[in-house]
């Protein structure tokens, strides 16, 4: 687990930037505005939410959905994810660790906020201590690796039966089960137990020794414009972007999300939406 210093960011500036987005219209984006970002949960300084409403859900064939998705929380970064989503008001699905809350102080109160705040943020489970890093040993005992899954289901209390393997991209759904050799075994007994497990079609990287970003915000803007005009998705029309909370823990960071969601927000075509949405989950 990464460990940073707090942020300790007491001043409010605007940053004006014009960036272009990479899309088949190549049209100039609006300027952005730059949010201030707090650690604190309580701080009378957060951004105002934008309302986001979950009405009687049905897919609009002529829409692109959006999954972000945010893992191996709660961390330092965590709560600049959940404030940034509020402000833009777009949803997002947090996919948590059950000893990350155990090992942070605040650790209950974030995973509060995000099972408190649905429909516009989604707790899900990614195991309780993410293998140790044992990914290959996890797996190979897939009656251990149920066991942790089940264990963090107890710990976090997510609504959902969503969860994401840790280091490993697989999917199982109502009638599907899409996964490697390693790690079907234990595929299957999630899906026996009506688990679902969610992947993703595309990554915002981060340096593993500083944990920043690495694509910058007009490139992964493009890249999901790219994946989506070829449907390079595992479901058509739907595309996961896999993202990691630490990445987001520095200020500067915190404004990469914020222009890459508004870059995104600028096709009235796409919609962001949490995982519980996506199509062809057991219910």
């Known amino acids: 687990m990464f460990q940073f210093p707090k942020l300790t ?28 970002v707090q650690e604190d949960a309580n701080s009378q300084d957060s951004p105002v939410p934008v309302p986001v409403a979950d009405t009687v859900y049905q897919i609009d064939t002529q829409k692109t959905y959006i999954y972000l998705t945010f893992d191996d929380g709660p961390q330092h970064g965590t709560m600049n994810c959940i ?33 408190n705040n649905y429909p516009q943020t989604l707790l899900a489970n990614h195991s309780y201590n993410h293998a140790m890093g044992k990914y290959k040993y996890f797996y190979q005992h897939p009656q251990m690796a149920l ?21 490993n991209n ?24 009506g688990f679902n497990v969610i992947g993703w079609d595309m990554e915002w990287n981060f340096d593993h020794k ?13 890249q999901v414009d790219t994946l989506v005009a070829h449907g390079y998705t595992y479901q ?9 909370d630490r990445m987001f823990h520095k200020s500067q960071d915190s404004l990469a999300l914020v222009q890459f969601i508004q870059l995104v927000k600028r096709n009235p075509n796409y919609v962001f939406e949490t995982v519980d949405h996506y199509p062809g989950l057991k219910k």
Request: hydrophobic residues 45%; glycine residues 4%; positive net charge.
């Open 147 to 167: 066991a942790d899954f089940l264990r963090t289901q107890d710990s976090l209390a997510p609504a959902p039966k969503i969860i994401r393997l840790p280091g």
């Open 9 to 36: 960011v007491q001043y409010f500036c605007l940053i004006s930037c014009v960036v272009f987005i990479f899309a088949c219209n190549n049209q100039p984006v609006k300027e952005i505005e730059v949010i201030r």
């Open 236 to 244: 058509p029309k739907h595309l996961v972007i896999l993202t990691h």
């Open 83 to 115: 404030k940034i989503c509020q402000q833009e008001g777009v949803k997002a699905s947090f996919f948590m660790i059950g000893l990350h809350q155990r090992m942070k102080s605040d650790g209950k109160q974030i995973v509060a906020t995000i099972r």
């Open 170 to 193: 697989a999917w199982v759904r109502d009638t599907v089960i899409k996964a490697s050799r390693l790690v079907r075994p234990v595929s299957r007994l999630l899906d026996s137990a």
């Open 210 to 222: 500083s944990a920043r970003p690495v694509q910058s915000p007009e490139q992964l803007a493009a």
